[in-house]
């Protein structure tokens, strides 16, 4: 749980930050020490899990975080990271 707190509240500060400097990509590919769009996507697929599960009893995903639901999918791990890769790679270069 200390682990969700603590990404929640990097991925809530950092998407802050960029709203005040009008950046909406980190320009990195995923240097540990910054935190990107996809770590906000992770965040924001918790939320909508907890969310649709209060309010319908159903969850939208089999899983969270999202890596973990395309794991229980049968993607294999590196098959996962490579996309990641290509979307964060996408992210950086609009």
């Known amino acids: 749980m200390r682990a969700l707190v603590y990404g929640a509240a990097r991925s809530g500060r950092a998407a802050v930050e960029r709203l005040d400097d009008a950046v ?3 320009r990195t590919l995923g240097n540990e020490d910054d935190v990107t769009l996809l770590d906000g996507v992770e965040v924001l697929t918790w939320i909508i899990q907890i969310v649709s599960f209060k309010r319908t009893g159903r969850r939208v995903f089999l899983i969270v975080p999202i890596h973990h639901h395309f794991e229980m999918k049968a993607w294999s791990e590196t098959k996962i990271m490579v996309r990641f ?6 992210f950086c270069a609009s």
């Open 85 to 90: 890769w290509i979307v964060c790679a996408i």
């Open 24 to 26: 909406l990509v980190d």
